[in-house]
């Protein structure tokens, strides 16, 4: 048998050392936020005159607690949140490329950035989705109905191809009437020029309450044209950072389905029902692969409450959007909301 030469054994170990280096995942963020405890939060504001891609509305309360979650899940309950705000994807994306934030909060979960090889997404957060707003005194009950009535929404955009599409595969007859601003469309609305008002429900919630004083004459049909989820999205470099966002996600969503609120997560440090033991650190390293506390999940549930309470209090029945849960309603109720095992 041949001995290896010295320079030989020399190269072999240097190469493992690199490999072994080189395989470990970049934690950059997450060594930020130790040494600030501060987390930047960037929100598309989605200005819609500035993107012809996303037609959601401005959701910054929902996407402010969402990165209020993550940021004391990782530092615990002294945690500060930065926001910043972008006119739309492009430039908050650039934004998170260049570190000047850490993360985005609710971005389109599409094709086009899923294939971005910079950046990656989360599980969806939320499920936005073109809709239709009508006048509550109408008769108009489905989308089906406004067959012959003229449809406002602004033109050259996803919403306007979604809608053509939808009325073209029911072979109904599609009125449109298309607006370059903003401002001017919801205008034509609100005058009677139109009978319906089509757009991404946050959007259409959105314009709903500048409405003022008239908001109540207008409803948001159930019924929905097609799907448009939203995510967080995080540098690609930061895959520890990533799986934080993660599991903060489904702990949010896993105290939802257990019962566990801001209010009572301290009594329920004593169940004995396994999902919450696990959630709360009592039964199950839920902390040391993450490189967290054990009472990371309790301490973020207690600063923002379950899923549930979060979007109750800033896009449900307790905001000023009133949307209906609707797909974001959890999985034994109907909805695509649930959380991954913890085990």
Request: charged share 20%.
């Amino acid at each position: 048998m041949r001995r290896a030469l010295p320079g030989t054994l020399l190269l072999l170990a240097l190469c493992s050392f690199k490999c072994a280096f080189a395989t470990q995942p970049t934690d950059a963020t997450l060594d930020r936020l130790h040494k600030t405890s501060t987390l930047v939060c960037g929100i598309d504001q989605n200005e819609a005159e500035f993107s012809t891609t996303d037609d959601h509305g401005s959701i910054v309360d929902f996407d402010r607690e969402l990165c209020k979650a993550a940021a004391v899940a990782v530092i615990g309950r002294d945690a500060k949140v930065v926001i910043k705000g972008y006119p739309d994807d492009q430039t908050s994306l650039a934004a998170l490329r260049s570190g000047e934030i850490d993360v985005v909060a609710s971005i389109s979960a599409d094709f086009t950035h899923s294939t971005d090889a910079s950046i990656q997404l989360t599980r969806p957060v939320l499920y936005d989705s073109v809709g239709v707003m009508v006048p509550t005194v109408s008769n108009i009950a489905t989308p089906s109905d406004l067959s012959g009535h003229k449809i406002c929404f602004l033109a050259e955009t996803e919403v306007e191809v979604m809608l053509r599409t939808w009325f073209e595969k029911r072979h109904l007859d599609f009125i449109p009437f298309p607006f370059q601003e903003e401002g001017e469309m919801e205008a034509a609305y609100v005058t009677g020029n139109c009978t319906g008002l089509a757009g991404d429900i946050t959007r259409l919630a959105t314009s709903r309450v500048s409405f003022g004083a008239q908001a109540n004459k207008y409803k948001l049909l159930p019924e929905i044209l097609s799907k448009d989820p939203l995510a967080l999205a995080y540098r690609s470099s930061d895959a520890q950072w990533g799986r934080v966002l993660e599991w903060t996600i489904n702990a949010l969503i896993q105290a939802e389905e257990s019962g566990v609120t801001a209010s009572n997560v301290e009594s329920m440090q004593s169940s004995h029902d396994p999902a919450i033991a696990r959630l709360l650190g009592k039964s199950h390293e839920v902390g040391r692969p993450l490189g967290l506390d054990e009472n990371w999940a309790a301490h973020t549930i207690q600063a923002v409450g379950n899923y549930g309470e979060i979007f109750a209090r800033d896009l449900g029945p307790n905001s000023q959007l009133k949307i209906p849960r609707g797909q974001n309603e959890l999985w034994d109720k109907g909805g695509l909301m649930y959380a991954l095992p913890l085990k």
